[in-house]
């Protein structure tokens, strides 16, 4: 895990709020990023880049332009053509593929330390999201491993869809918490539970 303070510090502790004797409708969790990669690579070399993503990772990085994949410790999201984000349990994941992938391949970004997430989780995750979130979240329209780029709140978060009624929310690290005020805020109707911080 990052020894980075994190910016919800002081803000992501562990409550319950306005849930009233129900259940509440979304559970909130901050997800400390222990690796956070992105790898773009040249129009002619992006069979050799997925292959050695997936030699390093275990994992083999998604084939639809908005999917994303997942392998023990590891998720791979495609954000653009021929470009990958990569999170992992692995703190060596940045160095490791900056020798795998040399510029003649692609280009190698540490963004670890650039990013916040936070999972949103429950019967009304999707509700809460549809309040400042411009995409269509219908299963049939945003599958579970679908992953878009929009905003809520005036800041860019990259959305990623981790099961029917569970999602990663990608942010600056520096709009973190504004983005967890909007959050709470619209999810104060439903009730919400905040968990202790996790990984992937």
Known sequence: MSDLLSPLQGHS???VVGAGQGEAGVVL???RIVSLVQ????PETL???EDAIASLTHCAPPQRATGSSAREGTVIMAIGP???LIESTDPALAAKL?????APLGAVTDLS????VVRIAGPQAAWVLAKGLAIDLDPARFPPLEVAQSAIHEVGVLVRRVSPDSFDLYVFRGFALSFWDWLTEAAAETGYR?????KV
């Open 113 to 116: 330390h650039a990013r916040s």
């Open 194 to 198: 905040v968990d202790p911080p996790a």
């Open 98 to 102: 900056a020798e795998g992938v040399p």
């Open 82 to 84: 021929g470009r990958f």
């Open 29 to 31: 969790t901050e997800r």
């Open 47 to 49: 069979a050799q880049v």
């Open 39 to 42: 790898v773009a690579a040249w």
């Open 13 to 15: 502790e562990p409550r």
